[in-house]
């Protein structure tokens, strides 16, 4: 599973984004995103395959492109919280 965040507070921003990949029944592989805000249900898209390595080549294209957005892994993420003064 891959699990990136997204965060910019002065915008108010804090978004993750999750993608697996898992086999059904019929031996078909999928493909599986959520993505939303952070703490929130998010959405869900499936997108099925007939192999396992055509579904990777998929995952790892949206990985790239998620990190070219700014998604980041949680721990890289986090910010320290602002100082209060």
Same mark, same amino acid.
């Given at each position: 599973?891959?699990?990136?965040?997204?965060? +910019?507070?002065?915008?108010?921003?804090? =978004?993750?984004?999750?993608?697996?990949?898992?086999?059904? &029944?019929?031996?078909?592989?999928? &493909?599986? !995103?959520?993505?939303? +805000?952070?703490?929130? +249900?998010? !959405?869900?898209?499936?997108?099925?395959?007939?192999?396992?390595?055509?579904?990777?080549? =998929?995952?790892?294209? &949206?990985?790239?492109?998620?990190? =070219?957005?700014?998604?980041?892994?949680?721990?890289?993420? +986090?910010?320290?919280?602002?100082?209060?003064?």
């Amino acid at each position: 599973m891959i699990h990136l965040h997204r965060r +910019r507070p002065e915008q108010n921003m804090a =978004r993750f984004y999750a993608m697996t990949i898992e086999r059904s &029944l019929f031996g078909h592989y999928m &493909l599986v !995103r959520c993505w939303g +805000r952070i703490g929130g +249900r998010g !959405r869900i898209k499936s997108e099925w395959f007939d192999d396992e390595k055509a579904a990777a080549i =998929r995952r790892d294209q &949206l990985t790239r492109s998620k990190r =070219r957005r700014g998604y980041q892994d949680p721990e890289a993420a +986090r910010q320290p919280p602002p100082l209060f003064r």
